[in-house]
């Protein structure tokens, strides 16, 4: 069986969703804090995050449990990611920065309070 590479441009977007969902963690993680809750070395978390290397299938479960999201929440690279941006506003209180996220996504926003 042909063994798949991983693409240099799929790393680099991976590194950046990782550091993107470990910031948007409440309270804040950082990288030696993610690498101990989630069972992996420090270096390694440091090569994902940077790109230089492509994630193992448990890591991407170990990762996921480790920051409260699911897998596929990981692997959702792109350009901008609205739901990482939805997280973060609803984990910091910042009902305008909610309202943004929603528009983004196409989703009625918040009703305001009264």
Avoid at 8 to 24: S, T
Avoid at 43 to 66: C, D, I, N, T
Avoid at 78 to 87: E, I, Q, R, V, Y
Wanted: cysteine-free; aromatic content about 6%; overall charge positive.
């Amino acid at each position: 069986m042909a063994r798949v590479g991983v693409t240099a441009e799929f790393r680099r977007q991976f590194a950046r969703r990782l550091r993107v969902l470990r910031d948007a963690h409440r309270p804040a993680l950082t990288a030696t804090a993610l690498a101990v809750r989630a069972g992996l070395s420090m270096p390694y978390v440091s090569q994902l995050e940077s790109g230089r290397r492509a994630p193992s299938l448990a890591a991407l479960f170990a990762l996921a449990g480790a920051l409260g999201v699911e897998v596929w929440e990981l692997l959702q690279v792109g350009t901008d990611d609205p739901f990482a941006a939805l997280l973060k506003a609803v984990r910091a209180r910042d009902w305008a920065g909610v309202d943004a996220a929603l528009l983004a996504l196409g989703m009625p926003h918040r009703s305001p309070s009264r």
